[in-house]
């Protein structure tokens, strides 16, 4: 079989490795997703119980899982933006801008005239 070479010719026939690391996190955003999800659907028999039966327990029950279930997804969110910075599609984050020299002249170069 003939070697195609030129410029549309692909790639020299490195093979994509699979990254641990991606992996890991891709566990980690789906663990978060199942649990936010089992945790709303408590929350809401929860509240279905509380509203019903009056009962104190399940409205503190309703307020635990409804937090866990905002925590949950903020932590599927925050391993999500991991992922797309280990695949380069999110930059890193600018560094500050240093702040401004209060003695300077105020202006720029066109003040200064």
């Known amino acids: 079989m003939a070697r195609v070479t030129g410029r549309r010719a692909g790639s020299s026939g490195r093979r994509p490795r699979l990254r641990l ?3 890991g996190l891709a566990a980690g955003v789906t663990l978060a997703i199942v649990a936010w999800g089992y945790l709303v659907l408590a929350a809401i028999d929860f509240g279905a119980t509380a509203r ?11 307020a635990v899982a409804a937090l866990g279930a905002v925590l949950c997804l903020f ?13 380069g599609l ?12 209060p003695n300077a002249p105020k202006g720029g170069k066109r003040a200064a005239r």
Do not use: T
């Open 52 to 62: 019903h039966d009056g009962k104190a327990s399940a409205w503190l029950f309703l």
């Open 21 to 23: 690391d991606l992996l």
């Open 75 to 87: 932590l599927a969110f925050m391993l999500a933006v991991r992922i797309a910075r280990a695949l």
């Open 90 to 101: 999110v930059g890193e984050p600018a560094p500050p801008r240093p702040k401004r020299d």
